[in-house]
């Protein structure tokens, strides 16, 4: 089976010089959920921005859906079946009401105006939002916006999620919200977060990052964290 | 920041199609603008007035919204009656005021009340999501409409980051006063608002097009032409042709 996303020696380094990603190599198939875990300034977030095309990689290659990422174009097509969720989510709702923000993929995907309303209306309905379809975005709180940011690409209906850091600084009702929703939806994922009890909750296999280097960790359920003392304690590992 | 207080209600005016509000807003305001007689404008005032009569909004509001502009309507009045050349009406310390002078100030503070009104009933009355649509479906420049509409949503993320920068540097006991580190301070504090701003579009503009974004940005709106909304058609286009009518024929 081809992979959804696969990865062959990509490196990543900025203008000036400092390297950030090193010959990561990663294959992603299809209904796998898969965790990235690493501490913050490990890479993670690069990691995603370059398979999305939104940082050119420096060397390596990228394959989505089978086909080679070779220019803008490519990554323009791909994009369309890959829903990613931004870290912040002030970045990702801009339009004036909620009900539009979630009906603004769908309409670039070609849909009417009518089908992109319906689709919207459901996507709410279906995460319990429905109630604040005529909110304005910049009222929502923090959970709120949140939830609807994940809508806003559940509404494109991908073929792969890429979530980047989704419960950070929410609190343990909206967080359990996203873990309960990660849990049961049926589809593939790339998750990415520093928090491994989440992770071990909703994927299940396991890569870590460390200063730009990607580690195959395993099982979700074969790994745990535990407060000892030797190096790779907050870190999940096996023994 | 913008609170749209008047934007949330519900009244005979506030259920006018956006577009018609839009429509009229500006070829009233305009011909109110242009008319050169009195009798024109004050026709426009009771049309301005009626209409906010019956858009219900509080009235302190409306009066509020009046203040500035004849704050400024002031200086004009102490400015253009002895300035303008005409027939002394009367003398104040040796400075003649002319009729004509007057009369002109009279007839601007007319206009400007006037456009003030009409905006406030027929525009402020509608959200300004709403404005954006109405503007895209009339066809104005499609980069104007996205413009209002993407300054309207971070307008507020950019004042929170603002007090935020504010607070930080009061937290660690910053006291402005009028000497080079308070200057170099707001200096740093624009820039890095200049800097936040730069990246937060860059950041918005990733998440568009993950999302597929490829330049045509859709509106989605819900505008429906009523019964109702001919008949308020009807009813403006009436004032908007009595005004040009008296405009035109109409005695000085």
């Known amino acids: ?239 | 920041m913008i609170s749209e207080e008047l934007a949330f209600r519900d009244s005979a005016v506030h259920r006018i199609d956006p577009r018609v509000r839009l429509v009229f807003a500006l070829l009233l305001c305009f011909a109110t603008a242009l008319s050169g007689s009195f009798a024109a404008p004050l026709l426009a005032l009771g049309c301005a007035t009626g209409l906010v009569a019956l858009s219900c909004l509080p009235l302190f509001t409306v009066a509020r919204r009046l203040v500035p502009v004849n704050i400024f309507m002031l200086f004009l009045w102490l400015v253009l009656p002895f300035t303008h050349f005409g027939e002394p009406a009367f003398k104040i310390m040796g400075l003649a005021a002319s009729k004509q002078g007057i009369e002109l100030a009279a007839l601007v503070t007319i206009k400007a009340n006037t456009i003030v009104l009409f905006m406030v009933a027929l525009v402020s009355t509608m959200s300004v999501a709403a404005l954006g649509h109405a503007a895209h479906r009339l066809y104005f420049p499609e980069k104007l409409v996205h413009l209002l509409l993407l300054t309207y949503r971070y307008v507020f993320v950019l004042e929170s980051e603002y007090r935020q920068l504010v607070r930080a540097a009061k937290m660690r006991s910053f006291a402005p006063a009028s000497n080079l580190h308070t200057y170099k301070t707001y200096s740093y504090l624009a820039g890095m608002l200049l800097v936040r701003a730069h990246s937060r579009a860059r950041r918005v503009h990733q998440a568009m097009v993950c999302r597929g974004f490829s330049g045509v940005y859709h509106c989605l709106d819900s505008f429906a032409f009523r019964k109702a909304d001919w008949v308020w058609v009807g009813i403006l286009s009436l004032f908007f042709m009595a005004m040009i009518g008296v405009w035109i024929e109409g005695p000085y």
């Open chain 1, 1 to 239: 089976m081809q992979p959804l996303i696969e990865l062959k020696n990509i490196c990543f380094s900025y203008p000036s010089g400092r390297k950030v990603l090193e010959n990561i190599n990663l294959e992603i198939y299809q209904g796998k959920k898969v965790g990235l875990i690493g501490s913050n300034g490990s890479g993670k977030t690069t990691l995603l921005h370059v398979i999305m095309g939104l940082l050119p990689a420096t060397s390596g290659q990228i394959f989505l859906f089978g086909e080679e990422m070779l220019k803008e174009k490519n990554f323009a097509k791909a994009r369309r079946r890959i829903g990613f969720v931004f870290q912040n989510a002030d970045d990702q709702l801009f339009s004036p009401t909620v009900l539009e923000d979630v009906a603004f993929g769908p309409l670039n995907l070609g849909k009417t105006k009518e089908q992109a309303r319906q689709i919207a209306q459901s996507t709410l309905e279906g995460l319990g939002l429905l109630a604040l379809k005529d909110r304005v975005a910049y009222r929502l709180s923090g959970g709120e916006k949140r939830m609807v940011a994940l809508a806003t690409v559940l509404a494109m209906d991908p073929d792969i999620l890429i979530l980047d850091e989704p419960t950070t600084g929410l609190d343990d009702a909206t967080s359990h919200r996203i873990t309960h929703l990660l849990e049961s939806i049926d589809k593939t994922c790339l998750i990415v977060s520093h928090e491994y009890e989440f992770l071990s909750q909703t994927t299940e296999v396991f890569y870590g990052m460390e200063s730009g280097l990607l580690k195959y960790l395993g099982d979700s359920s074969a790994l745990h964290t535990h407060i000892h003392i030797h190096p790779a304690g907050a870190l999940p590992h096996k023994h």
